[in-house]
Each structure stands twice: as C-alpha cells, then as structure tokens.
C-alpha cells in the first residue's frame, strides 16, 4: 500500500511472465500484476473505516509487536505550512479533536458514540493537500533503513481502510490471493525520507537488493519491498542507497 482520508487503492493491471521452475522453461503464461499507489482525489475516511485499520493493527500486531500504531500527514505540494492544521472525529452528535504531534503524526482514538454516530475524520485545509499513512516504526532501527514487519504491518492497516472502496472486480481479483500484502502479484509502494538510489533487503548475512521493477522511476523516494516473501523474516532490514543531496530535482519529489 498507502487519510476524506486519502487512501483509495488505485490498481493497475498489466502483463508478466511467471516461470514454473527452475529447470524447465515453459511457453510464457500471462498473468496479472497489480500495483498499489495513493487516491488521486484523495478525501478523509469514514470513522469507522479507521477504525477497521485499528482492528488490524491488532490483529496482525505480531508482525511489529514493540511498534504502536499511529499515522501521519504527507503534504502533497511543497511549502505546505502544517501549523493551524486541526483534525476532527465529526458526527451529529459528537466533535472529538485529535491532535496532530510536530512530526505530523497522530493517532485515532477508539470512540463507541463516534462509530455508532457514523462520524468522519476531517481535517482542516483543502482537500488533496495532505494524504495520510499508517506511520509504524519499531524503536531502535538504525537510521536509512526501515524494517519489513513494520512496512508489512503498515499494509495490513492500509489494506484494511480502504479495500471496500476497489471495485467488485479488483476485489475478486485481490480477495482470493489474500489481499494486497500477501501476494506476489502486488506492489505496494512506499516512500522513504529522501530521494533514493536503490534499496537492498538484509537478513544475517543474506543479501538481496530490490530490481528495477520495485522502485518508481519517475518518484525516486518510492519503493516496493516483497512484502509477500516470507523467506524474508519480520526482522529484515530494508537499507536504502540515498541520492545526492544536490540533486535537485530529485529532492523535490513530492511523496505520497
């Protein structure tokens, strides 16, 4: 994956050529890939949608279980000014503020009259100047990498606010495999603090750097890890090869 909050899935499907083994190399059979990006017309969500991303989190808290669970604003233009941001629980009955931290960060609280009052988070600016993502990072992890349970972690939460805003069709495409983060025929992309030059997964003493095909080439802050990849366990560290800091036009990247 991956606050109205912004965070439809849009999934692209084009064409690939899965191997059956090793040895042997059948004529190509033609499958599907689908790509998990950020909304374009990204509105806040629905309380109760966020509160289904709470309950995963919960649920699938094994995959980062010292992390807690908060998110965070990403401006979409440059020089956003965050300082009068004000973000609310509103329903008919109820106007629940919730605090936004110095980083962006904030957390949703579980509130039964919100859910029962169908209530939405809104946020105080514009819409499409700021997206949200779960922001899950578990402490001590040395600075330039990120680690997977935490970013597998981050899509389930994803993946569970906005799967019933897909289409029927994408969803029984995706359903079947097990969603999003469970399937090789997914990338769910994510952005790192700067512009980068490459990544590359380390367990022990393996290592595996991410092809082409898992960093976005026109965002060079973005790239998709093999969530689905359980050779790689939890503890993985995702390194990150930063790009040069006068790079210009890679530093103003705008991420999602």
């Given at each position: 994956m991956h606050i109205t909050l912004p965070l439809i899935l849009l999934l692209s499907v084009s064409s690939s050529v899965m191997a059956q083994s090793d040895t042997e190399q059948p004529p190509p059979v033609p499958t599907q890939q689908v790509t998990v990006a950020g909304?374009?017309?990204?509105?806040?969500?629905?309380?109760?949608?966020?509160?289904?991303g709470i309950d995963a989190f919960d649920h699938y808290h094994s995959l980062a279980p010292q992390a807690q669970l908060k998110f965070i604003l990403r401006p979409q233009q440059p020089?956003?000014?965050a300082s009068d941001l004000k973000l609310r629980?509103?329903?008919?009955?109820?106007?629940?503020?919730?605090p936004i931290a110095a980083d962006l960060t904030f957390s949703v609280p579980r509130d039964e009259s919100a859910a029962k009052d169908d209530a939405d988070l809104r946020l105080s600016t514009k819409k499409g100047l700021f997206r949200w993502r779960p922001d899950i990072h578990t402490a001590g992890i040395p600075v330039g990498t990120r680690r997977l349970g935490d970013l597998r972690l981050e899509c389930e939460v994803r993946w569970?606010?906005?799967?019933?805003?897909?289409?029927?069709?994408?969803?029984?495409?995706?359903?079947?495999?097990?969603?999003?983060?469970?399937?090789?025929?997914?990338?769910?992309?994510?952005?790192s603090d700067a512009p980068i030059t490459g990544a590359t997964l380390v367990s022990g003493s393996r290592r595996e750097r991410l092809p082409a095909e898992r960093l976005d080439a026109k965002d060079r802050a973005r790239y998709a890890p093999p969530l689905h990849d359980q050779s790689w366990p939890d503890d993985t560290l995702v390194e990150f090869e930063f790009a040069m800091p006068n790079d210009a036009t890679a530093a103003d990247t705008v991420k999602n």
């Open positions: 909304s374009r017309d990204p509105d806040w969500k629905p309380y109760r949608k966020m509160l289904d020089r956003l000014t629980i509103v329903g008919d009955t109820v106007n629940i503020e919730v569970a606010v906005d799967k019933f805003d897909a289409s029927l069709i994408k969803l029984a495409y995706l359903v079947p495999l097990g969603g999003v983060c469970h399937t090789s025929r997914s990338r769910v992309f994510y952005s």
